[in-house]
C-alpha cells in the first residue's frame, strides 16, 4: 500500500469538503436573512453532514499516520440568488461524486481497501445531496416564484429564527 498517495487523495477530499462547508454556511445565512427557512435549514444540515465527511476522511488519515490538513480548496463564491446558490451545490456535489470515484480506483489501484471504502460511502452521500439540490431546483423550475414564497414559511407558520410574534 502506498500510504503517502491515500494521505494525499483524503487530504485533497478534506479541503474540498472544507470549501462545500464554508460555501453551504454561506448560502444558508443568507437564505435565512432572506427569509428562507426551510431552503436555508436544508443548506446547514447539508453543510453538517459535510463535516461529518471531514472526520470520517481525517480518522482514516491518522490511522495511515498522516496529518490532516484543514485548508478549504477554494474561496466561498458571494452567490445571494436562490436559484444560482442551488445550481451551484449542485455543480460542487456533481464534482466530488466523479472526484471521490476516481479517488476510490486510485486508492483501489493503492492496494488500500480501508480507503477506497471511505470514497466509496462519500460518492452515495453526495449523490443524495446532488438529488436535494436537482429536486430543489426542479421545484423553482416547475412552481416558480411560487415555490420560493412558501420557503418563507416553516411548519408553524411563523418565520425560522424569527421570534414569534406577541
Do not use: C
Amino acid at each position: 500500500m502506498n500510504r503517502e498517495a491515500s494521505i494525499q487523495l483524503l487530504n485533497k477530499a478534506v479541503a474540498d469538503e472544507l470549501q462545500a462547508v464554508h460555501q453551504y454556511l454561506y448560502f444558508h445565512f443568507h437564505l435565512e436573512d432572506q427569509g428562507l427557512g426551510p431552503l436555508a435549514i436544508l443548506f446547514r444540515n447539508t453543510a453538517i453532514a459535510e463535516m461529518q465527511h471531514i472526520a470520517k476522511l481525517s480518522e482514516r488519515i491518522l490511522f495511515l499516520k498522516g496529518d490532516v490538513t484543514l485548508e478549504a480548496a477554494g474561496p466561498v463564491e458571494r452567490i445571494q440568488d436562490p436559484r444560482a446558490m442551488l445550481e451551484r451545490a449542485k455543480a460542487m456535489e456533481e464534482g466530488s461524486i466523479v472526484d471521490y470515484n476516481n479517488a476510490a480506483l486510485e486508492a483501489s489501484k493503492n492496494a488500500d481497501s480501508g480507503t477506497k471504502q471511505v470514497f466509496e460511502a462519500l460518492v452515495t452521500d453526495e449523490e443524495a445531496h446532488f438529488d436535494l439540490w436537482d429536486k430543489q431546483l426542479d421545484n423553482i423550475q416547475r412552481f416558480g416564484a411560487t415555490y420560493l414564497a412558501l420557503q418563507s414559511f416553516d411548519g408553524a407558520g411563523e418565520a425560522p429564527g424569527r421570534p414569534a410574534a406577541p
